[in-house]
């Protein structure tokens, strides 16, 4: 399997704190970005596909820092998705998430 | 006589002769012990109503209807196969035959008779006492006449000042009248208080307007000059008054009783032993007409010991019994404190006592103790009833007195009053004794799982008679659930070890504008969904910055964010605001030309507004531009903040309108728009008492009356409906809305997260009483601060849309998507009744397979 590096948008495109919703080859991903955090990265992205709430929501919940670990609590009926995994929190569920990078300007994500 | 239940003919037949508060209370313990399945049971009543709450009979003058009153309102009995005539009086008890007659010339046969027929109220026989214009204060009835009259009347006097005398006196002052109490005694409630104690009362009450006479004999009542009646004393003075109120204690109800030959008391009262059996084992007696060791209990609480003993026994249990009652009390009259607990006077023999009295804040207080000091015998308390819980628990569990007894009613220096710790109580001490709950009952219910205040009460009743409990359950349920190991945090997530009112004080002494500075200063961690809305939301309730302010935006929730609410497919809705549900034609055209535009699904709300449904995230910017730019500002349908302000049209256009209903809502809403709270408030205003507003069913309702407005509070409906709590009547525009103001900044300063009023009030200690000494009398002295910051609120409200449409950084976030100008096509809509609604999963996988 090949993978690459591929621009989704401008760093200006991300809100410090918080979450956007972003289209990569026809799914949708939902892209943190969190000065905070104290890993390499500072961008995370998952699938923007909330599995509860069949909808996609994820880019709009809020960040929750919760035993060191940062996730995201769905705006639907707020489980928590961790942002470097795509774990759930509450139930046995793991979501789709993908590495990312900043390069001056430009956020990368890796496709698989 | 009117009851669906048939008779049945194979059952003994058990008659409750008496459906005050004690005969309801008995029914329910049979009931309760599903004695009705082993017993026919029929009640009589000899008023026209079932029973109801006359220990808050007051209440009916302050805006309590009889239904509010009201024990039952005979689904119980129904449901139950309980028979029940009401309005029927019993004239005889043939004991032989063992028939009852009655006034309408029926009979009925009964094999176990319950005679609760309470007692009536004594009117000294002195001449004149028939004239018209003199009441006595028992019934609705008695209310109803009371009131009819005080309209048409300047001056009132009531004739006697014990205890329900005063309270009478106050309901005449509430009704307009210049007021008098008129004493035998050469003091006020002569049963409760010593000769000091009622002298500061005297002093009290005086202070507020009402005439105290004591040591008085009424010798005559005659015409009067300036007023209708003239009542001369034995001194030689008079006083002149329109009506007259006699309340000069009570008589048991012993008539019946009297007539068919059980045995009776030398000064009345049907004798009982400790079953509550008359001399007549096949019947019992119950409440203020029995007799037991010739004493006769003229209050609820042991006449529900006395119901659940008669029950007990009736149904074969003979462990529990009737063995006296204490008689402690404590009270608000005309709004002083006063309690009186045990041997209040000093009659034991050798006993010693403290007294402390205070000249300059009017307060009494005195401790009765035993010759060696050590057990606490009785207490008077006059001015401060918060000394109370501690004292009679002292006294009720003969607990050792602590050194320095005297310690127990003064001041504490440090603030505090010196409590007992729960700790220290027996299992058996009585925590509830209207309901006769202790510590151990107590214990048992949290340990059986009911782990909060609200829980216990339900499980054990303790806190739903008189109330008067309700601080001291608190300490009890909190005490054993931390013996239980649940530990009682109040941290309001794991980034900050406070309270949401205590980061509001923080917030707003150190004057911190943003989350991040409060975290670095008082907290730990990078925050989570619990802390960063509710920071967001008191930084706006102390601040009222814009929302979406970079540093504020990461706090707000999704509907916050995005000033819309969420839907189930990722949609929002759009709640315009619409003050007082009133809009022209032309702005209803603007919503309807908007939604068609968007193909928005529109409904009209229960807080009379229309939600837009259906609108992409994209969209949002675009219908707001419009809909600002046609005179519209947001409606805050998303944010935990005053939602909508109901009424109905009132004066202008009703025939039943009393007052202007509609100009006030739309000026209450116009007002209150921007403030963001603990959670979402809704209001409403009726122009009439006929309610069509339902304001009594909100956070903040206003009904207009003859004399201005009455406001209710901490109501709501959803998932636990509660009526709101009368708060004042008869205000002016002014004062109504301060007291608005007051109510809401110290609900939003004092609440906890998510909390709605109604819990918010009935976790306040004090409950609605305290609320009122906050907002009416200043008694924490944060009125000011109240009013300075619901007027920067005020003056400080901006149109979150408005602002976030002229801000192009805050219009980016609108975007579908980052990199990517399609749809989300998640989003699918199918019609019905002509307008879309989003599709279920199976539609979708049609709709899928279809285009596939």
Redesign the interface.
């Known amino acids: 399997m090949t993978t690459q590096w591929k621009l989704?948008?401008k760093k200006s495109?991300?809100?410090?704190?918080?979450g956007?919703?972003?289209?990569?080859n026809n799914q949708?991903v939902a892209?943190f970005y969190l000065p905070?955090a104290t890993s390499d990265t500072k961008v995370f992205a998952i699938s923007n596909?909330d599995p509860f709430?069949?909808?996609?929501?994820l880019s709009?919940?809020?960040?929750?820092?919760?035993?060191g670990q940062?996730t995201v609590?769905s705006?639907?009926y707020?489980q928590h998705f961790v942002l470097s995994t795509g774990e759930c929190l509450e139930e046995d569920v793991k979501i789709p998430h993908w590495d990312m990078k900043l390069e001056g300007d430009n956020v990368f994500i890796l496709e698989s | 006589m009117n009851s669906n239940t048939p008779l049945s003919a194979s059952k003994p037949h058990l008659v409750v002769v008496g459906n005050g508060m004690v005969g309801h209370h008995f029914v329910e313990q049979m009931i309760a012990q599903s004695g009705h399945e082993s017993f026919q049971i029929t009640v009589f009543g000899e008023e026209p109503h079932l029973a109801y709450d006359r220990v808050h009979l007051s209440e009916y003058f302050t805006g309590k209807g009889a239904a509010d009153l009201a024990m039952t309102d005979g689904t119980l009995y129904d449901d139950n196969g309980v028979r029940y005539f009401t309005n029927s009086l019993v004239t005889e008890i043939d004991r032989k035959a063992k028939v009852l007659l009655l006034q309408d010339g029926q009979s009925l046969s009964y094999d176990k008779l319950v005679l609760a027929t309470g007692s009536y109220p004594f009117v000294p026989p002195i001449p004149g006492h028939k004239r018209d214009n003199t009441f006595v204060y028992r019934t609705l009835e008695d209310l109803d006449a009371i009131r009819d009259c005080a309209k048409k009347v300047t001056r009132g006097t009531v004739v006697g000042g014990g205890l329900l005398g005063l309270e009478a006196a106050n309901a005449l002052k509430n009704l307009g009248l210049e007021t008098s109490v008129v004493e035998f005694a050469p003091r006020l409630m002569p049963v409760q208080l010593d000769e000091k104690g009622g002298s500061v009362l005297k002093g009290m009450i005086e202070g507020l307007g009402v005439k105290v006479y004591t040591d008085t004999a009424t010798q005559e009542i005659v015409d009067g000059e300036a007023s209708f009646h003239r009542m001369n004393f034995a001194d030689g003075t008079h006083l002149e008054t329109d009506l007259i109120l006699f309340s000069a204690g009570i008589r048991p109800q012993d008539a019946l009783a009297k007539q068919s030959g059980l045995e009776m008391g030398e000064r009345g009262g049907i004798t009982i032993n400790n079953h509550c059996q008359t001399s007549d084992a096949d019947i019992y007696s119950i409440g203020e007409c029995a007799l037991w060791n010739n004493m006769i209990y003229g209050l609820v609480a042991p006449g529900y010991t006395m119901a659940k003993a008669a029950a007990g026994h009736l149904l074969g249990d003979t462990s529990v019994a009737f063995t006296g009652a204490d008689m402690s009390t404590k009270l608000k009259l005309l709004g002083c404190d006063v309690g009186s607990v045990g041997d209040a006077h000093a009659k034991t023999q050798g006993c010693k006592v403290f007294v402390y009295q205070d000249e300059i804040s009017q307060s009494y207080r005195k401790m009765v103790v035993s010759e060696d000091g050590k057990k606490l015998l009785g207490a008077v308390l006059v001015g401060d009833n918060s000394y109370y819980d501690t004292l009679l628990q002292y006294y009720l569990n003969a607990i050792d007195l602590p050194e320095q007894a005297q310690s127990l009613i003064l001041p504490a220096m440090d603030g505090a009053p010196a409590a007992l710790g729960v700790d220290a109580l027996p299992a058996t001490a009585s925590i509830c004794s209207c309901h006769n709950v202790s510590k151990q009952d107590i214990s048992d219910a949290v340990c059986n799982g009911a782990l909060s205040v609200g829980d216990v009460k339900g499980v054990t009743k303790a806190g739903t008679g008189c109330g008067g409990c309700a601080a001291l359950l608190k300490k009890v349920v909190d005490n054993e659930l931390l013996a239980l190991g649940v530990e009682v945090s109040t941290d309001i997530c794991e980034h900050f070890a406070y309270t949401r009112q205590d980061l509001f004080n923080i917030i707003k002494i150190e004057q911190i504008k943003s989350f991040d500075d409060l975290l670095k200063k008082h907290g730990k961690g990078h925050g989570c969904e619990i802390c960063k809305p509710a920071v967001g939301s008191i930084l706006a309730s102390v601040w009222n910055e814009y929302v979406l302010k970079k540093e504020h935006i990461v706090l707000q929730d999704t509907n916050d964010r995005f000033l819309g609410n969420m839907q189930k497919d990722g949609t929002y809705s759009i709640v315009p605001r619409i003050p007082g549900g009133e809009i022209t034609p032309a702005k209803l055209i603007v919503l309807g030309e908007v939604a068609k535009e968007y193909n928005l699904y529109t409904k009209i709300t229960g807080g009379q507004r229309i939600d837009l449904f259906g609108a992409t995230l994209p969209q949002l910017p675009e219908i707001w531009g419009k809909l600002v730019a046609a005179g519209f500002e947001t409606g805050q349908a998303y944010g935990k903040s005053l939602r909508t302000v109901k009424s109905c049209v009132g004066s202008t256009w009703c025939r039943y309108g009393v007052d202007d209903s509609m100009t006030m809502a739309v000026d209450l809403e116009n007002r209150y728009k921007g403030l963001r709270s603990p959670h979402k408030i809704k209001f409403a205003v009726s122009g009439c008492t006929r309610e069509c507003a339902e304001a009594q069913s909100k956070d903040i309702g206003v009904i207009a009356t003859e004399g201005g407005w009455n406001l209710y509070v901490c109501g709501n409906g959803g998932m636990k409906p509660r009526h709101g709590d009368l708060f004042a009547t008869d205000l002016d525009r002014e004062t109504l809305i301060t007291y608005i103001d007051r109510v809401l900044m110290f609900y939003t300063k004092t609440a906890d997260r998510l909390q709605r009023t109604s819990v918010w009030m009935d976790g306040l200690e004090g409950g609605l009483e305290y609320l009122k000494d906050v907002v009416i009398n200043d008694k924490i002295g944060m009125c000011d601060e109240l009013d300075k910051a619901m007027d920067y609120v005020v003056d400080t409200f901006q149109c979150e849309w408005k602002t976030t449409l002229e801000d192009p950084e805050a219009l980016k976030t609108f975007r579908q998507f980052v990199n990517y100008d399609g749809v989300d096509e998640n989003v699918v809509f199918v019609e019905e009744r002509d307008q879309i609604r989003p599709a279920t999963e199976s539609e979708k996988q049609e709709l899928i397979a279809k285009v596939g």
């Open positions: 989704v948008c495109d991300l809100i410090e704190g918080a956007v919703a972003a289209m990569v949708q892209i905070e596909w709430g069949k909808a996609n929501v709009r919940g809020l960040v929750a820092h919760l035993q940062w609590a705006p639907l707020k």
